[in-house]
């Protein structure tokens, strides 16, 4: 910077914008959270809500508590959490602080003022010695624009961190709606096998009662009806913890949790899988997180220049300087100060900085052949849990209901007797259970999928939570 008592047009023109930028912090945080708006809204199909006041935060209350008038989908899932989660709105104040440490590291430091007033003792009297010194850096100023780059390098990173953490929160939204309704539709199946394994068995019991059953065979049935207990109240832990995680990824309060509804089943698979081709179709340079190591490797760029500046000489002030004494003429001046680089040289900044480059450089190199491989690990992860999905539906499914209707016709006709027909249906419900459980499988699939696209991959876990 320049001193104020030094007249040069160049400096003080850039003070001057300096102090006009002085309320740009608020208007960055403004342009990040529209720019993730407009990315949830595209991508997601969801808007993002940022409640920001008291009145914005009661009527997101009372749009979540319509919403869960009905049943819920998994679209309602992702709205109710991108417009109302506690959890997405402190992602969204977080941005907000690291966007203003952004523009507050791009900042002018402020003038530095000093006053001096010394007394002192002559023969004559005593004499007022007073200094007065209006000081501003230099450094700072000339490396100004360099550090306005590396702030916008700073925002641009917020926002993509920004939109990676609001397309997480969606897809464990959309997730955790599919696990809760795949484990609600299970209890249902798994309750018509504890009925039937309850029949069986208490007609074992009457059998051996009259003496047409072993207790070897009551034995097996009992241990069956046993078994169906044991797994109806997995099955419904299972629900309950599913659901529950749902709460909490939509971040409803008590009375919301007990109002919340969901369908009784997962929608239906999709007519035709998704073309390989047309979904990763330039997919690499969208992918939030390939942009956000390109732009880290831009900040590193920009940093390790001016590290080579500021290693050599990290200081420049210049101020001027009005000292005045009793009886004698005011003296005015200028100061200025410069250190020397004699026993910090700056070669460990340098160093640091070239290897801190060289780092973000093959890093962004990585990511592209992660992103590149992860389209591809999640394609196959869809691909081969749509084709299983299909086959439990159009193959598995329809065999055992075919196998159930010919034995009852059998039974009918006093081919077999009632156990073979109970441990039939009981085969059957079992095989809607594992049809369910590929269904599932397929929509956990299909929302990493969507997530990988954007840039948040996701490790599918095809086992249930």
């Known amino acids: ?13 850039a003070v001057l914008a300096a102090l006009a930028l002085g309320g740009c912090a608020s208007t960055a945080i403004d342009d990040n959270v529209r720019s993730v708006q407009a990315l949830s809204q595209e991508r997601l199909g969801a808007p993002l809500r940022w409640l920001t006041s008291d009145e914005a935060r009661r009527q997101a209350q009372a749009e979540v508590d319509a919403a869960l008038a009905k049943p819920v989908g998994a679209d309602d899932a992702v709205r109710l959490a991108l417009a109302h989660s506690p959890a997405v709105q402190a992602m969204l104040f977080e941005g907000a602080a690291a966007s203003a440490n952004a523009t ?30 209006l000081g501003v850096s230099v450094f700072d100023l000339l490396l100004w624009p360099a550090r306005t780059r590396l702030a916008d390098a700073q925002q641009q990173q917020t926002r993509l961190r920004l939109a990676s953490e609001v397309v997480r929160a969606a897809t464990d939204a959309r997730q955790n709606w599919v696990h809760a309704v795949a484990a609600q539709q299970s209890v249902q199946y798994f309750e018509q096998v504890k009925l039937a394994a309850d029949a069986s068995a208490e007609l074992a019991r009457r059998m051996q009662a009259v003496g047409n059953f072993s207790k070897l065979q009551r034995a097996r049935e009992q241990a069956f009806s046993a078994d169906a207990v044991a797994e109806l109240a997995r099955a419904r832990m299972h629900a309950q913890r599913s659901r529950e995680a749902l709460v909490r990824s939509l971040g409803l309060n008590g009375a919301q949790a007990q109002a919340l509804t969901l369908p009784d089943r997962l929608p239906d698979l999709p007519a035709a899988a998704k073309d390989e081709a047309t979904v990763t179709q330039a997919a690499l340079d969208q992918r939030l997180d390939v942009r956000l190591a390109r732009v880290r490797l831009e900040f590193s760029a920009r940093e390790q220049g001016l590290t080579r500046v500021s290693s050599i000489v990290n200081g420049l002030e210049i101020a001027a300087v009005r000292n ?23 070669d460990a900044a340098r160093a640091g900085a070239q290897a801190s480059y060289m780092a973000a450089v093959n890093r962004t190199a990585q990511v ?5 491989s992860q389209l591809r690990e999640s394609y196959a992860g869809y691909r081969t849990a749509y084709d299983l999905a ?6 598995i499914v329809p065999l055992r209901k ?6 009852l016709l059998r039974y009918n006709g006093m081919l077999i007797g009632v ?11 079992a095989s809607v259970v594992q049809a369910i459980d590929a269904q599932r499988d ?9 997530a990988a696209l954007i840039g948040v991959p996701r490790t599918q876990d095809m086992e249930t939570q």
Do not use: C
């Open 402 to 407: 075919t196998i159930s209707d010919e034995n």
């Open 368 to 372: 592209g052949i992660d992103a590149a």
């Open 419 to 429: 156990f073979e027909l109970l441990a039939d249906a009981r085969e059957q419900v």
């Open 1 to 13: 910077m320049s001193s104020l008592g030094v007249h040069r047009k160049r400096p003080l023109l």
């Open 390 to 395: 299909r086959h439990y539906r159009d193959e």
């Open 104 to 133: 507050q590291s791009a900042r002018l430091p402020n003038p530095v003022f000093t006053f001096e007033r010394l007394l002192r003792n002559e023969a004559g009297g005593r004499e007022v010695e007073i200094n007065r010194m």
């Open 442 to 450: 397929f929509w956990l699939a299909d929302a990493a999928l969507q």
């Open 324 to 346: 005045t004494e009793t009886g004698r003429s005011a003296q005015r001046g200028v100061e200025l100060q410069l250190p020397l680089p004699i026993f910090d040289t700056g």
